[in-house]
C-alpha cells in the first residue's frame, strides 16, 4: 500500500521561497501520477500541479503558473513542489495525492480522480 508524507511547509514571508517534498514508501512511485493539492480554512480542496508517472507532462493551476515548478525523482520515490514568489493567498495545508492510472487532462486537478493522500504539510505566508 502506497504511503505519502509531506514535508518542508513553514512560516515565510511574503515573497519568499519554499520546497516541499513528498516521500513515498510501500510501492514504487514511478507507477504512479502525482498531484499537489491545497486547502484554505473555509474553503474547498484546490489542485495547484500534477506530473506524469514518468515526468514526462505537468499542469499548473493558473494561481500558481510561474510560481511554482514540480518534478520528480523516481530513485528517490519522492515529488518536490518548489514554491517561490509566495504570497499571503498561499496561505493552505499543502497535500500530495496518488493515483496508479492515467487520468483524462481535465480531470488531473479533481481530488476524487485520486486514491493515495498525504496528511499536509502548511504553508503560511505571512509579514
Known amino acids: 500500500q502506497l504511503q505519502l508524507v509531506e514535508s518542508g511547509g513553514g512560516l515565510v514571508q511574503p515573497g519568499g521561497s519554499l520546497r516541499l517534498s513528498c516521500a513515498a514508501s510501500?510501492?514504487?512511485?514511478?507507477?504512479?501520477?502525482i498531484a499537489w493539492f491545497r486547502q484554505a480554512p473555509g474553503k474547498e480542496r484546490e489542485g495547484i500541479s500534477y506530473?506524469?508517472?514518468?515526468?514526462?507532462?505537468?499542469k499548473y493551476s493558473d494561481s500558481v503558473k510561474g510560481r511554482f515548478t514540480i518534478s520528480r525523482d523516481n530513485a528517490k520515490n519522492t515529488v518536490f513542489l518548489q514554491v517561490n514568489s509566495l504570497k499571503p493567498d498561499d496561505t493552505a495545508v499543502y497535500y500530495c495525492?496518488?493515483?496508479?492510472?492515467?487520468?483524462?487532462?481535465?480531470?488531473?486537478?479533481?481530488?476524487?480522480?485520486?486514491?493515495?493522500w498525504g496528511q499536509g504539510t502548511q504553508v503560511t505566508v505571512s509579514s
Open positions: 506530473i506524469s508517472s514518468s515526468g514526462g507532462m505537468t
Open positions: 495525492a496518488a493515483v496508479g492510472f492515467s487520468l483524462t487532462w481535465g480531470s488531473v486537478f479533481l481530488p476524487n480522480r485520486y486514491n493515495y
Open positions: 510501500g510501492d514504487t512511485l514511478d507507477r504512479y501520477s
